[in-house]
């Protein structure tokens, strides 16, 4: 489970967080932990219908359909992360299912499968 509120204000990098990266990461933390919750038949399935995709892809689809459609409500735009090319394949694929499917198809799924 992600802890968010131990974030370093650093990146790997050694680079000083900028208020968009933290505002983005934190939601993205504290989506872990809201998505933990009575979700069993949920990760079931999706387990189930991504099986040839790595656990870190599966673990972020609901992940960044929540990211996106709180940015869209929000700020009316994606997050950043949306337009990185530097993130982590399972991250990247993630993201791509999400724009492929649409953040409202993902989450309406979710919202089906959760209880």
């Not at 790997?12 to 989506?31: G, K, P, S, V, Y």
Request: aromatic share 12%.
């Amino acid at each position: 489970m992600s802890t968010p509120f131990l974030m370093p204000v650093m990146t790997r990098e050694r680079a000083q967080r900028t208020n968009e990266d933290f505002l983005q990461t934190m939601i993205h933390e504290l989506l872990h932990i809201f998505v933990t919750a009575n979700t069993e038949e949920y990760w079931t399935a999706v387990r189930e219908k991504y099986q040839n995709e790595s656990l870190l892809t599966q673990d972020h689809i609901i992940i960044f359909a929540a990211l996106g459609k709180i940015y869209q409500d929000c700020f009316g735009h994606m997050p950043p992360d949306f337009a990185r090319e530097d993130l982590s394949e399972g991250y990247t694929q993630a993201m791509k299912i999400v724009k492929d499917t649409s953040y409202e198809q993902v989450i309406a799924e979710y919202d089906a499968l959760v209880k």
